[in-house]
């Protein structure tokens, strides 16, 4: 692999993201195809071994894309609650995990039973649950990654060419030196994030969303390229019980490759009283009954990166759109604070620049996508 951007990626994600120590055991692996990641975890597996780490490479049946529509076809219940030991060692004993997402068709299991889907969240909630613990106490640190595929390319209305552009520009991979591109933003970012230490009350509203809950006792993370590779947001886990009012996103609301189009969402006392989606209704209503964790915000986050200036469908990059926030059901991150545990995380993505605004304590934080107390 010749193409110095996997290159310059590959270091990015070793010595910045992750930071690997001599000793630290390094899980790499994907969500897709596996042709498409290789490529990128022949680069990482080279950096890690520079640094004196363990690599191994880890793959999971279910998020493997040659094997995975197998699987969820073939599979018995029994086998579909079946916990990957190698998974289970990877949450409770590794130091490091990169995860890349590359999917050769990200519509792969549109078709696949919600059912069979949400038993297979069930049966890894408790690993999922110790992986983000022990991440929230600083003992595993990880990265999930995108990657250009033709079908992101496609989903985002793009050419390959194009889109390759588009992402190594979003992780900063096309400058010389990256790793001080991210730590300029998280300078910055520092600065909303001990800004928004100590308060209260939040509440987004605008055309798209007005939502309020408190934020007593919860920490504003700010992700500037560590454990999502492009980075580019600030977020918290709202206090549970305390969400009330509605969003409407402003973009499509994918899921696992099941689009279901705009979603409307309304909240009572922290839970989602009520559901809309354009298409695949069945899917969004599914979800929330995985566990009870899922019938809450685990997370809301405004995104920063202004590389990222257009919807692609790809979350991982949409999410990070300046000039938007997202909100997702399920999950939330312990190291906000957030007691939401739940085998999901979905999030809904609302544009706010045309009028948005985040009120904190009474005071106007945010408008149309600009920082007013702090500039980011």
Same mark, same amino acid.
Request: with cysteine; hydrophobic share 40%.
């Given at each position: 692999?010749?193409?110095?951007?996997?290159?310059?990626?590959?270091?990015?994600?070793?010595?910045?993201?992750i930071k690997v120590q001599p000793g630290?055991?390094?899980?790499?692996?994907?969500?897709?195809?596996?042709?498409?990641?290789?490529?990128?975890?022949?680069?990482?597996?080279?950096?890690?071994?520079?640094?004196?780490?363990?690599?191994?490479?880890?793959?999971? %049946?279910?998020? =493997?894309?040659?094997?995975?529509?197998?699987?969820?076809?073939?599979?018995?219940?029994?086998?579909?609650?079946?916990?990957?030991?190698?998974?289970? !060692?990877?949450?409770?004993?590794? %130091?490091?995990?990169?995860?890349?997402?590359?999917?050769?068709?990200?519509?792969?299991?549109?078709?696949?039973?919600?059912?069979?889907?949400?038993?297979?969240?069930?049966?890894?909630?408790?690993? +999922?649950?110790?992986?983000?613990?022990?991440?929230?106490?600083?003992?595993?640190? #990880?990265?999930?990654?995108?990657?250009?595929?033709?079908?992101?390319?496609?989903?985002?209305? $793009?050419?390959?060419?194009?889109?390759? @552009?588009?992402?190594?520009?979003?992780?900063?991979?096309? =400058?010389?030196?990256?790793?001080?591109? #991210?730590?300029?933003?998280?300078?910055? %970012?520092?600065?909303?994030? *001990? #800004?928004?230490?100590?308060?209260?009350?939040? %509440?987004?509203?605008?055309?798209?969303? &007005?939502?309020?809950?408190?934020?007593?006792?919860?920490?504003?993370?700010?992700?500037?390229?560590?454990?999502? $590779?492009?980075?580019?947001?600030?977020? !918290?886990?709202?206090?549970?019980?305390t969400v009330n009012g509605w969003l409407?996103?402003?973009?499509?609301?994918?899921?696992?490759?099941?689009?279901?189009?705009?979603?409307?969402?309304?909240? *009572?006392?922290?839970?989602?009283?009520?559901?809309?989606?354009?298409?695949?209704?069945?899917?969004?209503?599914?979800?929330?009954? =995985?566990?009870?964790?899922?019938?809450?915000?685990?997370?809301?986050?405004?995104? +920063?990166? &202004?590389?990222?200036?257009?919807?692609?469908s790809n979350m991982l990059f949409d999410?990070?759109?300046?000039? +938007?926030?997202?909100?997702?059901?399920?999950?939330?991150?312990?190291? !906000?604070?957030?007691?939401?545990?739940?085998?999901?995380?979905? @999030?809904?993505?609302?544009?706010?620049?045309?009028?948005?605004?985040?009120?904190?304590? @009474?005071?106007?934080?945010?408008?149309?996508?600009?920082?007013?107390?702090?500039?980011?």
């Amino acid at each position: 692999m010749n193409d110095p951007h996997v290159r310059n990626l590959a270091r990015l994600l070793v010595a910045y993201s992750i930071k690997v120590q001599p000793g630290d055991r390094v899980s790499v692996g994907c969500y897709g195809s596996i042709v498409a990641a290789m490529p990128f975890c022949v680069e990482v597996v080279r950096e890690v071994l520079r640094a004196g780490g363990h690599p191994h490479f880890q793959l999971d %049946q279910v998020a =493997t894309e040659e094997i995975g529509n197998v699987f969820f076809a073939e599979a018995s219940p029994e086998q579909i609650a079946h916990v990957d030991p190698f998974a289970e !060692t990877v949450a409770k004993e590794f %130091q490091c995990e990169v995860v890349f997402l590359c999917e050769a068709n990200s519509r792969r299991f549109s078709r696949v039973d919600p059912e069979r889907r949400v038993a297979r969240s069930r049966a890894y909630s408790r690993v +999922t649950e110790t992986y983000f613990d022990r991440a929230g106490k600083g003992e595993l640190r #990880w990265v999930l990654v995108g990657l250009p595929t033709p079908s992101y390319a496609q989903d985002a209305e $793009m050419g390959l060419e194009e889109y390759e @552009d588009f992402v190594y520009g979003a992780a900063f991979a096309d =400058t010389e030196d990256p790793v001080s591109a #991210w730590e300029a933003i998280g300078r910055k %970012q520092a600065g909303i994030a *001990e #800004w928004l230490s100590g308060k209260k009350h939040f %509440q987004a509203r605008g055309r798209h969303v &007005d939502l309020s809950f408190s934020i007593e006792g919860r920490k504003f993370i700010s992700d500037h390229g560590q454990s999502n $590779m492009p980075g580019g947001e600030i977020f !918290t886990g709202p206090v549970e019980g305390t969400v009330n009012g509605w969003l409407k996103s402003t973009y499509p609301a994918i899921h696992g490759g099941v689009d279901v189009g705009r979603v409307s969402l309304r909240f *009572e006392n922290g839970v989602v009283v009520h559901a809309e989606a354009e298409k695949n209704e069945a899917h969004l209503i599914k979800l929330p009954e =995985t566990d009870e964790g899922a019938k809450r915000l685990g997370e809301v986050g405004i995104g +920063t990166n &202004d590389r990222i200036k257009i919807f692609t469908s790809n979350m991982l990059f949409d999410e990070k759109m300046a000039g +938007t926030i997202h909100a997702a059901i399920g999950l939330g991150y312990p190291e !906000t604070g957030s007691a939401n545990r739940s085998a999901i995380h979905w @999030d809904f993505l609302c544009d706010m620049k045309d009028g948005g605004q985040i009120i904190v304590d @009474d005071e106007l934080f945010y408008d149309s996508g600009e920082f007013l107390v702090v500039k980011a």
